[in-house]
């Protein structure tokens, strides 16, 4: 009987094979979509320094509004320098924002990653609130009210991502606080997932479907000012749940759907950074 017992108890090596195998591909499928964002969002980031600074250092700040509807105004210098500290934060946020998430960062350079982290988190908040102040206050932003609701939420998801983060890492709670740390991530990310989806999306369609482009008014860009921000934090909790508990199938499901997100958002990246982004360099 006791032979028995210890053979049922014992663990079938294919499985755990298995196991190990679909928790690799997993790990495999999130590092290529880590990549894949770090990528596009360093092109973003040269394509902000060039464009903007540009109009600085000629001392015409109104050719930001080539590609800016609410851009400079003469005479409005709490909202030009709103918009200034907006712009310059969005290029430092999302440098900053990668280097929180790599582990040899965090292993080898542990002070480093505690006051980056701080300054990533003050920096988001203060981008959160600025682009709020743009919106409601300053006003002549694209979009509609449904718009402007999306990203509003998308700016309070970051303040709320950014005080549990901290609240966490104070507490001393750092598996907790990492899993806050990512979603604040693609929570600030989600002007970056609106040019890519919607790059994608014009891709896919070959012209714009489902909003008129002279207008920026449309159900898609109402859908996607949500989507920006909803469907990134969405699939990162079912990775984290994946990740924790499933088995060798549901694993392996969602590192296919991780692939298959990977590859779209490389669309979004190679037509935003070719249509929007690499000409004005």
Request: glycine share 10%; with cysteine; proline share 4%.
């Amino acid at each position: 009987m006791i032979e028995v017992v210890d053979k049922r108890m014992k663990p079938d090596p294919v499985q755990i094979s298995k196991q190990n195998k679909a928790a690799l591909m997993l790990d495999h499928a999130a590092t290529a979509w880590f990549a894949a964002a770090v990528l596009g969002q360093l092109i973003f980031v040269v394509y902000i320094v060039a464009f903007y600074s540009r109009g600085v250092i000629a001392g015409d700040l109104a050719l930001w509004n080539k590609v800016l509807a609410a851009g400079y105004e003469p005479g409005n210098t709490m909202g030009n320098t709103a918009l200034a500290v907006h712009l310059l934060l969005a290029a430092v946020i999302t440098i900053a924002g990668p280097l929180q998430l790599i582990p040899q960062v965090r292993a080898s350079v542990p002070q480093f990653h505690r006051w980056s982290g701080r300054v990533y988190m003050v920096t988001a908040c203060i981008m959160s609130l600025t682009g709020l102040y743009l919106i409601w206050v300053k006003g002549g932003v694209v979009g509609g009210v449904v718009q402007h609701t999306g990203t509003s939420l998308n700016a309070l998801a970051i303040l709320l991502f950014s005080y549990m983060a901290t609240r966490y890492a104070m507490a001393g709670k750092f598996g907790i606080h990492r899993r806050w740390a990512i979603r604040l991530y693609l929570a600030v990310s989600g002007v970056w997932f609106f040019r890519v989806g919607l790059l994608f999306w014009l891709i896919v369609n070959k012209g714009p479907v489902g909003f008129d482009p002279k207008t920026f008014l449309g159900p898609f860009l109402d859908f996607l000012t949500f989507a920006q921000f909803l469907i990134p934090i969405a699939v990162l909790e079912v990775y984290f749940r994946v990740q924790q508990k499933a088995g060798a199938n549901a694993r392996l499901a969602v590192a296919g759907g991780l692939m298959i997100l990977t590859l779209a958002m490389g669309v979004g990246i190679f037509g935003a950074s070719m249509g929007m982004w690499l000409p004005r360099i």
